[in-house]
Nanobody, 113 residues
C-alpha cells in the first residue's frame, strides 16, 4: 500500500550539506502535497517545509534560505536539500503525505559542531 521511505541522513559537520530523499509508492503522488518534518531530541515534531502538487513551497523560518524542498513526479520522490547546517538542525527527519496523513519512518540527521 502506501509507503514513504526516507534516505540520505547521516552525520555532517556544521556548515555542511545533506540531501534527503523520500521515495513514495502506493498513492497518486503527483496530486499530493508533501512535507518534511523533524523531531529533535526532547522536542515536538515540527514542520520543516511543504510542497504542493503544483510546486508551491513553504518553509519554517528556522530553515528558510538554507533548505530547499523539491519533487520529481516522474520518480515519485520528494527531496530536501539542506545547506549551511547547524547543530540545531539535528533531528530525525520525516517525510509526510499531507492529504493521506501518512508518515515515513524517518532518517536521522546529526550535525556536529
Amino acid at each position: 500500500q502506501v509507503q514513504l521511505v526516507e534516505s540520505g541522513g547521516g552525520l555532517v559537520q556544521a556548515g555542511g550539506s545533506l540531501r534527503l530523499s523520500c521515495a513514495a509508492s502506493g498513492s497518486i503522488f503527483s496530486v499530493e502535497a508533501m512535507g518534511w518534518y523533524r523531531q529533535a531530541p526532547g522536542k515536538q515534531r515540527e514542520l520543516v517545509a511543504t510542497i504542493t502538487s503544483g510546486g508551491v513551497t513553504n518553509y519554517a523560518d528556522s530553515v528558510k534560505g538554507r533548505f530547499t524542498i523539491s519533487r520529481d513526479n516522474a520518480v515519485n520522490t520528494v527531496y530536501l536539500q539542506m545547506n549551511s547546517l547547524k547543530a540545531e538542525d539535528t533531528a530525525v527527519y520525516y517525510c509526510y503525505n499531507i492529504p493521506l496523513r501518512y508518515w515515513g519512518k524517518g532518517t536521522l540527521v546529526t550535525v556536529s559542531s
